[in-house]
Structures are given as C-alpha cells and as structure tokens.
C-alpha cells in the first residue's frame, strides 16, 4: 500500500473576502470527500482570498489505482467549481 497525494491550487478571481472563500473551501472539501472517499483539507494560503490551496490524500493499492483516483477527482474539480486550477501537484509515498 501507498499514500497517493495531489495538490491543487486553484484561483477565484471573484472572491472578495475570506469569509466567502471558507463557504467555497469548504463546498469543494465536501463534495470531494463525499465523492471519493478521500482526505480533503486547505493547506495552504488561507490569509489570501483569491487563492485557494487544497490537498488531498488516500492509502492505494498501487500507482494505476491513484493515477486513475486522481484524474477522476481532477476531472470532478473541474465540474464542480468555477476557479480557475492554476496547478496540480501529485505524489506518492
């Protein structure tokens, strides 16, 4: 077994307090771990509210498990905000 992770960073242009960008944050979270069963947090960047960082881990079976699990949730990220993914990043330890 294997710990996969990716992170993304994600812009929202529109978001003009950090109060707004809680309610989004925490949208995005639930709807990621209700989807997929995953770990889902903010772990970077919550002073800035135009920029918003999430991560997200899962203990796999093996890499073609986790590269298939991480597209999916790439793809669902996608569908589910209007932020714009600036980068993600994937790992597996």
């Known amino acids: ?5 990716v992170t993304f960073r994600l ?3 529109w978001v ?5 960008k809680r ?23 919550q002073d800035i509210h ?3 960082v999430i991560g997200v881990a899962s203990i796999v079976p093996n ?7 991480m597209d999916e949730i790439s793809k669902f990220l ?4 209007d932020a714009e993914i600036l980068d993600e990043t ?4």
């Open 11 to 13: 812009h929202a242009p």
């Open 23 to 45: 309610m989004i944050v925490k949208s995005i979270i639930s709807k990621i771990e209700n989807q997929f069963r995953v770990s889902v947090a903010e772990i970077g960047g």
């Open 90 to 93: 994937r790992e597996m330890r």
């Open 63 to 69: 890499q073609a498990y986790a590269d298939s699990m």
């Open 50 to 52: 135009q920029f918003i």
């Open 16 to 20: 003009q307090s950090l109060k707004e």
């Open 78 to 81: 996608e569908e589910i905000t």
């Open 1 to 5: 077994m294997e710990i996969a992770t």
